[in-house]
């Protein structure tokens, strides 16, 4: 899936590009080890009991960021085990973007980008230049972290190196037909999980949501915030929701953009995946109706894009399609490339073209486009677009910076999913009879954790409704396809203070998508007020028009400039 495709997972697939660093170098100064001469934050605050600003434990040492002009860096220790704060430590990897305005500062504003596995890090550099407005950036210290098990904190490794991984997962199907298909992808998610418990290290049984939701605390404190204020995408508001149900009295302000069920994800896990395969039927229902209804300017939709798109999925079930120049589109190719062009509008009308080359190539006798014609363009966009998708690929840049093997460790510890793989063809089964474009693809996604090598009690599964000091703000898309709707609603009535703001929109999270939203999202965190119940904004412009397309690669040069630099 390229990168362009994958923005709405909260910039992680841009910020990727700032992140690849050689991985023997980074890890033996990143690495578990024993407790530091100074005590870890949490050690000195069971050693003074201390409240208020700073609470006892050490000040982060800021410092300036190399190759980062304005930005601050720092390293900062917590417990292994929070429950054994005295035995070993690691590292966790900060920057910040200081307030303009230091003597009027009212604290930090910490960022999560969702994942899990997100890299926090280059995520906080590009959203403190395009996602918030000069008073947020006048008042706030913004502050993004690389949770522990990710990027340049402490990392988990499974594999050493990118081609390792690329040898055991490359050649495995996203959406395997036939036991055959099906026997390879198992195989592989077993030898992926034995080198997991080979080379994991303690961290994989430390490292849950609820952990992560500790070590926040700890910043918070080190910062010298007397309450957290905090903007978490994806599953960022998972670590957001969990932080307000372990410390409720220390909310000020939560921001909570593509939010998931916390309930269901922790207690009814399964569940939850055939329901996010169902968040994406709803989003590809979406594009289709959206398609047909812009005429000429959908390029898929002469002949009814909802079922010439049924056909395409129907015969590559039967096997691939040769397309021109070499390249071959197969079942799991279309349903990558869908999947992950669902989480950007921006992304539909190229998606759309695509679908339509794709088609024509599948049905020569019977396909045109909204004009007539293929163009020879579009066919190579579409052959050049199948050679890069088709295979595993849980995140856009998978391995260079972890994210994969952080992606399972937290999601394999925090859910309860079966633990024998022989269960999982018959779930995927069940899946694809429910949602026939995406069950199978889901239910796929989810069967590494049968033989994940880590069962920790370190998770959180509520309960979810602490009465939090403050209200959170719950922002919900209609046709969000990874976190549905029904989600961010669900929520919302699950914790105890929290205010629903609302997306007429397409896409994962708000992210670039409404001037609306901002306006409102900004206003929260800096005042702590939240919107009229009920509210509802509508997207800045519309998947199809021709403004939609050119906001997009303007919003999209601007993002890859802010988080390069």
Request: glycine share 10%; proline share 7%.
């Amino acid at each position: 899936m390229s990168r362009g495709a994958r923005l709405r997972r909260g910039l992680t697939a841009v910020a990727a590009s700032a992140l690849v660093v050689p991985l023997a170098a980074v890890l033996p100064a990143r690495a578990v080890g024993a407790a530091p001469a100074a005590p870890a934050a949490a050690e000195a605050a069971a050693e003074t009991g201390a409240e208020g600003a700073g609470e006892g434990v050490p000040a982060v040492a800021w410092s300036p960021c190399a190759g980062f002009p304005g930005y601050d860096c720092a390293t900062y220790r917590v417990p292994l085990d929070h429950d054994h704060p005295r035995r070993a430590s690691i590292e966790l990897a900060l920057t910040r973007r200081p307030a303009d305005d230091q003597a009027g500062k009212v604290g930090s504003l910490f960022l999560n980008p969702g994942g899990p596995g997100g890299a926090g890090l280059a995520f906080a550099r590009g959203a403190s230049r395009v996602l918030f407005n000069d008073e947020i950036r006048r008042r706030f210290d913004i502050v993004g972290f690389d949770p522990r098990g990710v990027g340049e904190s402490t990392p988990v490794q499974c594999f050493p190196s990118d081609e390792a991984f690329e040898a055991t997962l490359g050649p495995v199907p996203s959406v395997p037909l036939g036991a055959d298909e099906i026997a390879l992808t198992l195989r592989a998610h077993r030898t992926w999980t034995d080198n997991c418990r080979a080379n994991g290290g303690p961290l994989l049984h430390h490292i849950s949501t609820l952990n992560v939701a500790k070590d926040l605390d700890l910043l918070r404190r080190a910062v010298g915030d007397r309450k957290l204020t905090y903007a978490g995408y994806s599953y960022g508001t998972l670590i957001g929701a969990t932080y307000a149900n372990i410390h409720p009295d220390k909310v000020r302000a939560l921001l909570l953009d593509g939010m998931v069920d916390p309930a269901e994800r922790t207690r009814r896990s399964l569940l939850n995946e055939l329901n996010r395969a169902g968040g994406f039927e709803t989003a590809l229902r979406g594009f289709l109706e959206l398609c047909d209804a812009s005429g000429a300017g959908c390029a898929f939709s002469a002949g009814g894009s909802r079922a010439k798109f049924a056909a395409l999925r129907e015969r590559l079930r039967r096997g691939p399609v040769a397309l021109p120049g070499g390249a071959t589109l197969t079942i799991s190719a279309l349903t990558d490339r869908v999947a992950g062009d669902l989480y950007d509008p921006g992304a539909f009308t190229e998606l759309a073209t695509l679908l339509q080359a794709w088609y024509s190539v599948a049905f020569p006798a019977t396909a045109t486009t909204a004009t007539g014609r293929t163009t020879t363009a579009a066919k190579a966009r579409a052959a050049a677009a199948a050679r890069a998708a088709g295979s595993f690929r849980p995140l856009a840049e998978a391995y260079s910076y972890n994210a994969a093997d952080a992606l399972y460790a937290v999601n394999c510890v925090d859910k309860r999913l079966p633990r024998r793989q022989t269960a999982w063809p018959a779930i995927a089964k069940g899946f694809e009879a429910v949602h026939r474009t995406f069950g199978r693809h889901q239910a796929y996604g989810s069967a590494v954790c049968a033989t994940w090598p880590v069962v920790t009690s370190e998770r959180y599964a509520g309960p979810w409704n602490r009465r939090t000091s403050n209200t959170l703000l719950i922002v919900g898309t209609y046709y969000d396809p990874a976190t549905p709707y029904l989600f961010a609603q669900r929520a919302a009535r699950q914790l105890r203070r929290a205010r629903l703001l609302s997306l007429a929109g397409y896409g994962h999270t708000s992210i670039l998508s409404s001037t609306c939203i901002d306006e409102k999202t900004d206003h929260y965190i800096l005042t702590g007020a939240v919107p009229p119940a009920g509210t509802v904004c509508q997207p800045d412009s519309l998947p199809f028009e021709p403004a939609a397309a050119a906001a997009s690669a303007a919003e999209r040069a601007a993002l890859a400039e802010a988080v390069g630099r």
